[in-house]
């Protein structure tokens, strides 16, 4: 089956905004074992959308427009396309209460435009929008699908999901159709080198479909098999995750969906554990993603960002004589801050972040990138050295990602103790 | 003059790789005042390739191709042009001796395929290549222009500037060659709102488009106006500027691309004020955004995220009765550890926020979302307190959106106190 993808927005055509949007829909068919025959972005321009939508129905069984269902003047995607195949618009009046409804909630203004987003080309089955107020639909044009679903990333990715695959594969029925997935997270490899480890292995030949994902500072690979049987899906799976787990071991860091804040925060938890962060450089983005996980209050104490030296010697306990001596990125430094967030909030862990982010402040033996990170317990103080060499907001990522490694490779190993 | 781009590559339509190069190359057009058709992708296949270049020349006066000029057998792209329009292939030995000379500098085997890349269809202008072996080329179909370049980004982004706009340029004189933009942003309003707000404007009778752009929580407007003369567009932009000011000005925070961190720090930085910031809810986000902007160091003395109350007490010197009494999330609470951290700082300016992040902690009174944030200084504490009705994460967003917002409407103030 060949599927056309057609971005729609002024933004796009514009390069204001890249388009994810396209590469992700893609991804997804292809994780079906379906063709993208062609990718392309217009403008919210009526003749165009037409001209398009004209230009690859005849390529192709069905197409997946995003974008332009929003309720301004600019969004026409459901009028454009009513007029491409000359179907009038309706209110759907089911969608029209569940907006209002939305509106009613979040004590929101209800300006009439908003009814717009309840307007569908006669014909079109409703595509729900778990996510937000813009509804998509699916119409049938002479035995093609076309889907259109807003362009909102976050809700492009749900109702692909949730609502184009389930629609598609009902209408295209797959002779494989038990699948089984797995997503596997590396740290510490490009993508590049990723790739080059696993060229020796055949996929094909495994009957599995692999998908690169860098999502920064992480590689994610996604291998997907799709059989007759469950069984026989899972096992043609485990066979590539082993081919894979013995190149890329020492890099992978988690197999499955969970955030890496998510998994740090269930193995302290698990562990009844609690923690105090002491980040310089890092500036609370530490702080920031282990509170990003809904709980977190179980075994988040606190979090100091002592930017200052002053600070570091005043909140922390860290001797002015060691800043000094050693400075205040140094693995001196980063002990004494873990240790002095611990003891002084009684917590069972201390985590400490010192280093420069940059653009400026590095220096020939300590360039932009170095990086100090400890970890203190009740017993010992763990200390981790690395030096990147990214601009200031993904050095602050990474050296996040770091000091959460370094949480999740102590909780393995307490556990592993205690065994 | 309209301009058509195609990026050619099976990377492109697995979505194994994100397009990049087509916005990259959409900004430069619209940089230019030229406006692009539309934008595709499409694998390496000749019948595709051949089939999406005559759609797209009929529609445009040029086109820009990226990808397929490497050395391996997938790199169809010179070959599938030259098949299009039934042209020969030539060899360019000047081509093909600086390819030889960069194996002889660099030590590179020479594989005979490599000579490919110096294979071009009879006709054909070399774009040359500052930064890679595969050189680009332009060819002249019936009066419209066909450019091929590399698709590694790097090679692309170099080629399109010092290669492509300058033939384009040559090729097609421009009459209305001087733009004058400016970007508007917003908080406060939905993108809906924004939009009603402003729908008794003529963009078109003042010869400026407009474009809106969601950046959760803000919405920036851009405006372009494009002119014979500089002072004519940069006349008409402030004309449109000002309509949109007047309807909007409550909600306007910045004409402007700085993002409000960097606003704040400039703020904070020209009145040479200092700042500690007290987090609860927030969880260090609203220190990390204020130390992504390079040279923070200069203001922000240090950030306390206090997520338990014993860190309140402890840290901040909240006293116990008045969290028991109000409870942790209250405007008491919240002055309270503004002036605690800006006493214990020792800066001019202590911020806290203290609030219900979400899912789970609300009340009837105080349902998720609900934050109360404090600023306080060595006169007065101000208090503010909103009911937001986000998911746990662009709560925590919207949250340090409005601390932010609190900071800079309070450093403004301090400016006309001493005017």
Chains 1, 2 share one sequence.
């Not at 360039?367 to 317990?377: E, N, Q, R």
Request: proline content about 4%.
């Amino acid at each position: 089956m060949k599927i056309g993808i057609l971005t729609i927005g002024n933004e796009l055509i514009s390069g204001r905004t890249a388009d994810t949007n396209s590469s992700f829909i893609a991804r997804k068919i292809n994780q079906q074992g379906w063709r993208v025959e062609a990718i392309m972005s217009v403008g919210d321009d009526f003749e165009a959308i037409e001209n398009r939508l004209n230009y690859l129905l005849p390529l192709t069984d069905a197409i997946i427009c995003t974008g332009g269902l929003g309720p301004t003047a600019d969004d026409i995607t459901s009028a454009a396309i009513a007029q491409a195949f000359e179907l009038p618009l309706y209110t759907d009046e089911n969608v029209l209460n569940y907006i209002k409804e939305i509106f009613t909630k979040y004590n929101l203004r209800w300006i009439e435009n908003n009814a717009k987003q309840a307007m569908f080309p006669q014909g079109a089955e409703i595509i729900a929008n778990p996510v937000g107020t813009a509804a998509g639909f699916v119409l049938n044009i002479k035995g093609k699908l076309i889907f259109v679903i807003p362009g909102v990333p976050a809700e492009t990715i749900r109702m692909m999901t949730e609502g184009v695959l389930p629609v598609l594969r009902r209408c295209f029925p797959q002779n494989e159709q038990y699948s089984a997935k797995q997503t596997i997270k590396t740290f510490g490899l490009s993508e590049a080198a990723v790739d080059d480890s696993l060229k020796d292995i055949d996929f094909n030949a495994l009957d599995v479909s692999i998908g690169f994902y860098p999502v920064f500072p992480e590689n994610h690979l996604v291998i997907i098999s799709r059989r007759k049987t469950l069984v026989e899906a899972q096992r043609k799976l485990k066979l590539a995750q082993d081919e894979i787990t013995k190149r890329l071991e020492k890099y992978i860091f988690h197999y499955g969906e969970e955030t890496l804040e998510e998994i740090v925060a269930t193995l302290l938890i698990e562990r009844k554990m609690t923690l105090a962060v002491a980040e310089s450089c890092t500036g609370g983005l530490i702080s920031n993603r282990l509170t990003d996980v809904a709980g977190s209050s179980a075994f988040f104490e606190r979090g100091i960002v002592t930017y200052s030296n002053a600070a570091k010697i005043k909140l922390l306990g860290v001797p002015v004589d060691v800043i000094e001596k050693y400075g205040a990125v140094s693995e001196e430094t980063a002990r004494l801050m873990a240790e002095g967030v611990r003891k002084l909030s009684g917590t069972d862990l201390g985590l400490s972040s010192t280093g420069i982010a940059g653009p400026t402040g590095g220096s020939p033996d300590k360039p932009v990138g170095t990086i100090y990170l400890a970890l203190s317990d009740s017993t010992q103080t763990l200390c981790r050295h690395y030096a990147f060499r990214w601009d200031r907001k993904r050095n602050k990522h990474v050296f996040s990602e770091a000091a959460l490694m370094m949480l999740k490779d102590y909780c393995e190993t307490q556990i592993s103790k205690t065994k």
